[in-house]
């Protein structure tokens, strides 16, 4: 899924990046560095507070950062007006709350609005969005209103809609906090394909179970980067994990309370195989 | 509700005293209680035919698809709702008289993302809301929302007096429970209380519904999540279209665990791991604290 | 979901087929047309009018009654006010009211007036859906933009509102519940004890809007929207030859009312 660094430029080029919500005590982003490349999947985790969704915005073209040494996304300078709408056209962001992504009367013309307001012919808005109803399997629901939708099927729609503009880069704000498991396994799914067919996606969660697959994973704390590198380090420094106030599965969560009865498992397991194997290796 | 609850009027004393713990558990009893509701002139049944019993100080655990109806049942339970058959007894007392109508003010009930509910300018008057609605005097009223506070996290010192929208997510989360736990219930109705929460505040409910459980509050806990179905409650309600399909206690003999996984529910995690183990999935254990304690 | 008045059928007749512009168009002339001369014989030919383009649009008439039905009151209340306060010589008289010959013709021709108007006015809205409307309204409004209103917006705003409000009814539910949960009660009281209690109703519905708001502008420039700039259409108004027809007829149809 990755591609060599060295040959193509980033989407995303930020350098010494900083944002502070206005009377708030403390930086939302303080000095952060953040380099994305073609098809790369990058996990982005942080507790509440650490500044995930800030940064989600800022990558989105939709607010300006207070300062950085530089901030490109897909070749656009967000420091400049005009380089942020450029952005919002390359960037998709999908955000936390389905109810309040859609916009239309129905399915079919929510996820013609982006396309609408790209000014498309109608012709190539009918065809495209087809395309994406098919892709996410929303093609019975076209005519359905949103609020006879469940959660999964809104925040499908909501991504078919961000999609549905052709884009190079696509971040997701938390976009399964507020569904049930059904709904969760739908957009993962939705997601994971995204990403298996090459577009670079930037994963924000406080949940490490959805880090999985990623290349690399960034950890936020309090607006600054407190790791990053790939999932297996992370994975390894439990203390860190359990520092960053993130959540774990089952199996990570026995794994910490074996830790702190003084049974040290090789690395943080996130399933229950994981977690037999561990088990099985540890003295 | 009628009228008759402020009616019927101020609660009398509390014998326990203002600084006393929530107290014992009421038994929950239902009996083939049905209900519809009416979406474009068409009777959709909701229930059918639900019958099950919930001892005091008992926890139980609500499980069901999307629509199962669990939602719907808790707010009959609660007398938001009267069912068209059928009966909620709280306490052994039926559903005629005004007994019941005052028993029902000892139920509380959480709706799902709670913090949609606050409204006044302070934690404080939020919470106070319930109580002052009971008639209560206004000393008893105080008392009741500190401790109220205090069990939810929340200490009376520092957010008392704090605006509910200045709050984070996670505590406006808790002091909606706080608005509910105030009302010193004694059965305590939960929908979905764990669903967008962040990590911490799940980890802090759980703590919560643990205590309250220990100092006898009857639990009935309306989740999606098996793992938590299976930390917080002795046992296991399963609705589908509106019926009940398994209750009673946890069953993972293969009759058992057939029965969940056609409700599209999968074994707790410990269970699963107790069984891989060689152990027994009967005696799994709830947290990962005590699964900890058994492997070291 | 209780239906709202007039809500949309969906059916494909011909008059569903038509451009929402021409019927809008058409409409207001023949409602304008009503109030132009008063004769009971104008009266009859929209009357025939308005039951043709009923008859075409296909809408069962218990639809159509459904919509009607609540405005039987205010036809009823006009034909009494007129029997009460109309002019002429009373042929019967009891306390204050005085019927007279004048007065019984002058009230069944308002009330009749009344109700083929919220016969033509239903055939659009029976047959034309809110989107459609919207977007017709937007594109007659065209003109208004030399004067700065910002009609593209505003049609944007009215589309948002009507998809928000099944929302915001299931959320009112639900607030009232939870409130009434915890012991509020709204039907106590008199008129101010009432008012007060909504309080815990109505802040949470207005925070949860604003909130609302917010998320949504968030999420609309998320897909490139910008106020001001030209949008297409994903199923653009197209005016044929069946619209030019319509507007024709009804310029007929009016014309006859007025000569007859």
Redesign the interface.
């Known amino acids: 899924m990755s591609s060599s660094p060295d040959e193509t430029a980033p989407l995303f080029d930020i350098s010494g990046l900083h944002y502070r919500y206005a009377g708030a005590q403390a930086d939302a982003l303080a000095d952060l560095d953040l380099e994305v490349y073609e098809g790369e999947f990058v996990a982005v985790v942080g ?3 650490s500044g995930k969704s800030t940064l989600a915005r800022l990558l989105g073209g939709l607010e300006k950062p207070a300062a950085a040494r530089r901030a490109l996304a897909c070749g656009h300078d967000l420091l400049v007006e005009g380089g942020r709408t450029a952005a919002r056209r390359d960037v998709g962001v999908l955000f936390q709350n389905p109810e309040n992504q859609l916009v239309a009367q129905c399915v079919e013309d929510d996820v013609a609005f982006g396309l609408e307001n790209l000014a498309w012919p109608a012709a190539d808005i009918g065809r495209r969005v087809d395309e994406m109803l098919a892709r996410f399997g929303l093609e019975e629901l076209r005519r359905r209103e949103p609020h006879m939708l ?1 959660g999964g099927q809104k925040q499908r729609t909501a991504l078919a809609g961000v999609i549905a503009v052709p884009r190079r880069v696509l971040v997701l704000d938390e976009p399964t ?2 569904l ?3 709904g969760r396994d739908e957009v993962l799914t939705a997601v994971r394909e995204l990403g298996g067919e090459g577009l670079a996606i930037v994963y924000i969660t ?2 490490m179970d959805e880090t999985v697959g990623a290349d690399r994973v960034v950890a936020l704390e309090r607006g600054t980067e407190a790791y990053a590198g790939n999932a297996g380090g992370l994975f390894a420094d439990a203390a860190l994990v359990r520092r960053l ?7 990570g ?2 794994a ?3 830790a ?4 040290d498992l090789p690395g943080l397991p996130l399933t ?1 195989d994981e ?2 194997d561990a ?1 099985g290796g540890a003295t | ?3 008759r ?2 009616v019927a009027g101020a609660a009398p004393d509390d014998p326990r005293g203002p600084g006393a713990p929530l107290s014992a558990g009421m038994s929950l009893t239902c009996g083939g209680v049905s209900f519809s509701y009416e ?2 002139r068409a009777a959709i049944p909701a229930l059918r035919d639900v019958s099950f019993e919930l001892r005091a100080g008992g926890s139980l655990a609500l499980m069901g ?2 629509g199962s109806g669990k939602s719907t049942l808790l ?1 009959v339970i ?1 007398g ?1 709702d009267e069912p068209e058959s059928g009966a909620v007894l709280l306490d052994a007392a039926g559903p005629v008289g005004i007994g019941h109508a005052v028993l029902q ?1 000892e139920v ?2 959480v ?1 799902q993302a ?1 913090e ?4 006044a300018s302070t934690a404080r008057d939020d919470v106070a ?2 109580p002052r ?2 008639g209560w005097p206004e000393a008893q009223v105080t008392a009741a929302v500190d401790t109220a506070l205090d069990v939810v996290g929340l200490p009376p010192a520092h957010f008392a007096e704090r605006h509910p ?1 200045a709050l ?3 505590e406006q989360r808790r002091l909606a429970l706080a ?2 736990l105030a ?1 010193r219930p004694r059965l305590l109705l939960l929908d979905e209380p764990f ?2 929460l ?3 505040t ?1 980890r802090q409910l759980v703590g919560i519904l643990e205590r309250l459980k220990a100092a006898g509050v009857t639990l009935l806990l309306a989740t ?2 098996v ?1 938590l179905a299976w930390a917080l409650c002795d046992e296991l309600l399963v609705l589908g279209g509106g019926r009940v399909v398994a209750a009673g206690s946890w069953d993972f003999s293969t009759a058992g665990r057939r029965l969940l996984a056609a409700n599209r529910l999968r074994e707790p ?2 269970v ?2 107790w069984r ?2 060689g152990r027994d999935p009967q005696r799994a254990p709830r947290t ?2 005590e ?3 058994a ?2 | ?1 209780k239906a709202t008045i007039a809500q949309y059928y969906a059916g494909d007749s011909l008059l569903h087929r038509l451009d929402p512009r021409a019927k809008i168009v058409a409409v207001s002339a023949l409602a304008v047309a009503l109030f132009v001369r008063d004769s009971f014989a104008g009266l009859a030919v929209y009357a025939a009018a308005a039951v043709l383009a009923y008859v075409l649009s296909g809408v069962p008439l218990a639809w159509f009654w459904r919509a009607f039905r609540p405005l039987l009151w205010l036809v009823a209340l006009t034909f009494l006010a007129q029997i009460v306060f109309a002019p002429g010589e009373p042929f019967f008289s009891f306390g204050f009211v005085h019927l007279s010959w004048r007065g019984l013709e002058l009230a069944t021709y308002l009330s009749l007036r009344l109700v083929v108007l919220v016969l033509v006015g239903s055939v659009l809205t029976l047959t034309t859906p809110s989107i459609a409307l919207t977007d017709g309204l937007a594109w007659l409004g065209r003109p208004l933009r030399r004067l700065r209103v910002p009609t593209d917006e505003l049609a944007l705003m009215v589309t948002i509102a009507l998809r928000f409000i099944p929302t915001l009814f299931v ?1 009112l539910d ?2 009232m ?9 709204f ?2 009281g008199g008129l101010r004890e009432r008012t007060r209690s909504l ?3 109505l ?2 519905l207005f ?2 809007s604003f909130r609302r708001a917010d998320e949504l502008a968030l999420a609309m420039e998320a897909r490139c929207y910008r106020p001001g700039a030209v949008r297409t259409r994903l199923h653009p108004l197209h005016a044929g030859w069946a619209d030019a027809a319509l507007l024709v007829v009804t310029a007929a149809v009016i014309v006859a009312g007025l000569l007859v």
């Open positions: 507790a509440n507070g469940s906090a507020m049930d498991p059904a406080q949940e106030g993130l959540g774990l599965p089952a199996a969560e026995l910490l309370a074996l702190e009865r003084g049974r229950m977690l037999l088990l | 509700m009628s009228g609850e402020g979406e474009a698809a999307s707010q609660r938001l003010r509380g009930l709706f709670p949609l509910q606050l409204f809301f319930g609605r009971l929208y984070s997510g996670g608005g509910v009302m669903v967008s962040d990590p911490g799940r999606h999540d793992d995690f410990f699963e791991l891989r183990l990962a604290a699964a900890a304690e492997l070291s | 979901m959320e639900t607030i519940r939870a409130q009434r949960a915890r012991g509020a009660d039907r106590r309080v815990p109703v802040v949470p925070v949860l």
